[in-house]
């Protein structure tokens, strides 16, 4: 991909040059996701713990008998309740099967923004279908508010977040509060967000996008996470949703080589059109997930400054 490598930030073109490739050029593909699951699984490396912040899993019990982790990164310092950030994991909603991968990353977000992170352990497709993955977060949204003095965290000061495959289960979170009226989240984070299934903007068919993965991973992930349904709710699809009205304060950031930047966008329009205050961010010379992939640039540490101003705004008002 020399055009596009020119085209990069040169911190992300050289942080994506030295990345291992699929065989289609990009970084990620999904025409086997067991076998992308027992790769990823192969290059994990557990974090060194970090005594600033405790580490607790919750376990709470679903409707059908099973359980739902969702992991607790709580600052150490002192008793006082802080706020909460319900936190879904990237990965195409078929990728993540454990919050613990990612404990560096959810301790230094919970750190610099002085909150309890809450880490989603959500149902994955194929194996769970939509709307799955976002009742798992209606109910730990729904469960952290009940039994927020349990845990440190004021009940009227909990935002959502999601990134990439994580922003359908975060936004259909919140439109699933909404609409059963439980108490309203303070704050709505989506990064470069999967929203739509449709796959109808001009980003989604451009091949310059096509650096972490490709049109068709993503046409296979959807495909995975619907289970061959036709009629999407937009539970399943937050980009389809109609009525936008009635949710908290949203962030949203997208990248410019990226297959899904449309579709924030245009998610970032329909929101403000309803009437929700929006951070709408695009970032030039970025590809999708740039913070992830190239974790020390300049161009992620201005992301993470912007984004953690947002919620420590929201959050701690």
Not at 21 to 26: E, H, L, P, R, V
Not at 38 to 55: E, N
């Amino acid at each position: 991909m020399p055009g596009i490598i020119d085209a990069l930030d040169p911190e992300l073109a050289a942080a994506f040059a030295a990345l291992p490739k699929a065989a289609n050029g990009t970084l990620l593909e999904l025409s086997d996701i067991p076998g992308l699951r027992a790769q990823l699984r192969a290059y994990s490396v557990p974090a060194t713990p970090d005594p600033r912040v405790v580490i607790e899993t919750l376990r709470i019990p679903r409707g059908d008998g099973t359980e739902l982790d969702v992991v607790l990164y709580r600052p150490a310092d002192g008793g006082h309740v802080r706020p909460g950030l319900l936190w879904f994991h990237a990965g195409a909603q078929v990728l993540g099967e454990s919050a613990r991968d990612d404990d560096a990353y959810h301790t230094g977000l919970a750190l610099d923004v002085d909150c309890v992170l809450a880490a989603v352990v959500y149902r994955l497709a194929p194996e769970t279908a939509a709307p799955g993955a976002a009742e798992d977060g209606c109910l730990a949204y729904t469960y952290l508010v009940a039994h927020a003095a349990d845990h440190g965290i004021d009940p009227d000061r909990i935002g959502l977040a999601g990134a990439s495959g994580g922003g359908a289960p975060a936004a259909a979170t919140a439109l699933m509060v909404r609409d059963r009226d439980g108490r309203q989240p303070r704050s709505l984070s989506l990064l470069y967000p999967m929203l739509d299934d449709r796959l109808d903007t001009p980003s989604s068919h451009e091949p310059a996008a096509e650096v972490v993965f490709a049109r068709r991973d993503i046409q296979l992930a959807w495909e995975a996470v619907l289970g061959g349904r036709e009629d999407v709710h937009p539970y399943a699809a937050p980009g389809r949703a109609i009525d936008l009205a009635g949710l908290p304060d949203t962030f949203i950031a997208v990248a410019q080589f990226d297959l899904l930047r449309d579709e924030g966008i245009n998610f970032a329009g329909r929101l403000l059109a309803a009437g929700v205050p929006v951070d709408l961010h695009l970032y030039a010379r970025a590809f999708h997930a740039w913070d992830r992939f190239a974790a020390k640039s300049a161009l992620t540490h201005s992301f993470e400054q912007t984004w953690h101003t947002f919620l420590r705004r929201n959050l701690h008002s």
